[in-house]
Structures are given as C-alpha cells and as structure tokens.
C-alpha cells in the first residue's frame, strides 16, 4: 500500500500535491479529475493504484499492474492564461527524467513528445489534456504513468517497457519517487513562466533523437526525414532535404 505520510514528508511544495487523492481504482485518473464537478484545488495529485481504463496519447490504453507503480494525475486551474499545454507537457517529461537521475542515478532520454526512456525502454508516459470553453483553458490534466515495480510487461508494446526495479534491481520507494517527481514539476513549472528557454534547452539536452534520422507515423501516414529540432512552442521540426515542416503529434521511431 501507498503510505501517504512517507510521500507528504518529503513533498516539498507550494501547492502541487498539497491536495492529494488517493484511490484504489479509478476509470483513469485523467478522466477523473478532468470531469471534476467539485472545483478541486489547483495542484490536486490523484493517484490509483489500479486504472480500469487507463488511458495513453493517441487514443491507445494504458495499462499498469495494480500496486506495483504510479499511476497519476495533476490538476492545474488556475492562472493558465500564461502557460502553454505544450510546454508543460515537455516539463512534465522533464521532471520525471530528472527525478530518476537525481535517486536512481540512471540516465534517461526524452522522446518527442514526452516519453522518458532508459536504454531506450520506456519507463513513463505522459498524457496531458485539457478542459476549455472557447478559447479559454479552464483546467490541463498532466496524467503520468510511470514503472517503479512492475517486472513482467506482458502483451504488445510499441516501444519495450521497463520499469526502474528492473533498472537497478531493487525495490523502489514509490512514496519518494512520487514526491520527487512533484517536486520537481513544481520547480520546472515556476522556472517555465519566467524563463522558458531553459526549460526548452534542457529539454534538449536530454533528446538524444534530435539530428537523427527518424519515422514519423502521423494518422496512420509515415514520414522520414531528420529531427532538426523543436520549436519555441515544443513542436517537432522535420527537415526533409530542404524543406523544413512542424509536426504537432506523433510517434516516431529511430530510421
Ligand atoms: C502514453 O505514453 O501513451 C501516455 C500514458 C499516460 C498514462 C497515464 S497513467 C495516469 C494517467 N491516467 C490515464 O488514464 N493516463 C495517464
């Protein structure tokens, strides 16, 4: 079981995680707090240890033994006139990679646009989507799913999982992973408002795959080309001879 005092005494933030949830299943913590009716404070963290739907990028699923890791969602509500959903999906890989770097001493990479990989196995997933009315963002789910204990992975993936039990063969606090991740997401998101060009070159410092040749499948349509780079808004550049263009979603894959 989760033990929520171990998490909350080393959560050292302002207000991300100060109000938590904790379930023991759910549909999916991003519908969840997505369709929350109770005007939930800004920074609500709910967890489930089990998601009977859990959801991934692309409409696929995303599924994650009952327990064994973390299965999350943050809320954000308030003040999000200034905050672009791109870049706080990018934050969000960030501070899950720099989590892992900081207590397990792995080294991690980012896939474009917010998987977090070690020895090119996926470790976390990140699905962020958003509330609005008009053009006005009214709330941004960052739901993450991230692999502490789990050691099989059974089925079809596209992208081998592993988990960081796996990695570095013991068993993993999830308490303090937890807490470290929001901690983190906390620090990259106040970092974000003032100086977003850091957050971007950090970013890419971690993003192995910029100036390789790569895949890009989009809608079912594949495309070649090199990653040239990400743009101010977290877009993916492609260049393809000459010609530059800006890829917005998709799965791509090392040529
Ligand atoms: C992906 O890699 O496709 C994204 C996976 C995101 C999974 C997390 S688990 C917590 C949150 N709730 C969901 O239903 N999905 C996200």
């Not at 033990?3 to 913590?29: A, M, P, Q």
């Not at 739901?143 to 502490?148: F, M, Q, T």
């Not at 390789?212 to 877009?235: C, M, P, T, V």
Request: charged share 30%; proline share 1%.
């Amino acid at each position: 079981m989760f033990n929520i005092e171990d998490f909350d005494i080393k959560l050292e933030t302002k207000y991300i995680g100060r109000h938590f949830l904790y379930s023991e299943e759910v549909d999916s913590t991003n519908s969840y707090l997505l369709n929350d009716k109770k005007k939930l404070e800004n920074g609500t963290v709910l967890l489930s240890e089990f998601q009977s739907a859990g959801k991934g990028r692309l409409s696929r699923s995303w599924y994650s033994n009952k327990l064994q890791n973390l299965t999350f969602s943050i809320l954000l509500n308030e003040k999000l006139d200034k905050l672009n959903p791109n870049h706080i999906n990018l934050a969000a890989s960030l501070a899950v990679a720099h989590s892992i770097e900081n207590l397990y001493q792995l080294k991690t990479d980012l896939k474009w646009p917010n998987d977090v990989l070690i020895k090119n196995k996926k470790v976390s997933g990140i699905l962020l989507e958003s509330n609005s009315s008009g053009s006005k963002l009214d709330s941004i789910v960052i739901g993450i799913g991230l692999n502490a204990n789990q050691h099989r992975f059974e089925g079809e993936y596209r992208i081998q999982p592993t988990s960081l039990k796996f990695e570095v063969k013991r068993e993993i606090s999830r308490e303090r992973l937890l807490s470290e991740v929001l901690n983190n997401f906390e620090e990259i998101l106040y970092g974000l408002k003032s100086n977003t060009k850091k957050m971007l070159d950090d970013w890419r410092d971690k993003c192995r795959m910029i100036g390789e040749h790569i895949s890009i499948e989009i809608n079912g349509e594949l495309k070649g080309g090199i990653f040239y780079d990400i743009d101010a808004n977290g877009f993916m550049i492609l260049k393809d001879g000459d010609k530059l263009e800006k890829i917005t979603n998709g799965d791509i894959s090392v040529r």
